[in-house]
């Protein structure tokens, strides 16, 4: 199966900063990659899909690159309700896999 | 606006079986390819099954495939998820999706003696 690797596992940024995630796979999913946000207590959000095609309400502050084995996440300037635990998950092999998350904290 | 409304939670003993319902509003079920992934304690998600979007196959991870089984009500416009045999190790979130876009609230579901 793909491994996702997700990195940082935590990464503590402050508001108005910068935050960029990193996604690797193991092998080529394509772009057969979507980014997911997550709270507490709640369903995944997806973010992405595609690897870079934005889905529908997300902020333009967030970006998102790559395809084959590298991915990244970008959140140009943090808000509050940026804090939150971001999964990757290729869609292009069975089965479907996840990376283990980064937790963006402050 | 599609909605996936999942059933309630649900404490089993080990051994026994859950079934799990995932209520689709909005869209079709029928034109749509449905996925469980569930979610531990760790928080780590794992995909569990879907439908293969070329053939309408199930597909499920090795880790279930002798014990889930996905059927749907295209009548009741609903999904479901049952798994059997379960243990301690299976207490989790279990998601229905239409992966990427669209997800159920989450349905958690406890097994213990």
């Known amino acids: 199966e793909i491994v996702l690797t997700q990195s940082p596992g935590i990464l503590s940024v402050s508001p108005g900063e910068r935050a960029t995630l990193s996604c690797r796979a193991s092998?080529?999913?394509?772009?057969?990659l979507a980014w997911y946000q997550q709270k507490p207590g709640r369903a995944p959000r997806v973010l992405f899909y595609g690897a870079s095609t934005r889905a529908t309400g997300v902020q333009p502050t967030f970006s998102a690159s790559g395809s084959a084995t590298e991915f990244t996440l970008t959140i140009s300037s943090l808000q509050s309700e940026d804090f939150a635990v971001y999964y990757c998950?290729?869609?292009?092999?069975?089965?479907?896999?996840f990376g283990q998350g980064t937790k963006l904290e402050i | 606006q599609v909605q996936l409304l999942q059933s309630g939670a649900e404490v089993k003993k080990p051994g026994a079986s859950v079934k799990v319902s995932c209520k689709v509003s909005?869209?079709?079920?029928?034109?749509?390819?449905m996925h469980w992934v569930r979610q531990g304690p760790g928080g780590r998600l794992e995909w569990l099954a879907g439908?293969?979007?070329?053939?309408?196959?199930?597909i499920s991870s090795q880790k279930f495939q002798d014990r889930i089984s996905l059927t749907e009500d295209r009548a009741t416009n609903t999904a479901y998820m049952e798994l059997t045999s379960l243990r301690s190790e299976d207490t989790a979130v279990y998601f229905c999706?239409?992966?990427?876009?669209?997800w159920g609230q989450g349905t958690l579901v406890s097994v213990s003696s």
């Open positions: 439908h293969d979007p070329e053939d309408g196959e199930t």
């Open positions: 999706a239409t992966i990427p876009m669209w």
């Open positions: 998950q290729q869609y292009n092999d069975w089965p479907y896999t």
């Open positions: 909005g869209y079709s079920l029928s034109k749509l390819s």
């Open positions: 092998q080529s999913v394509k772009t057969n």
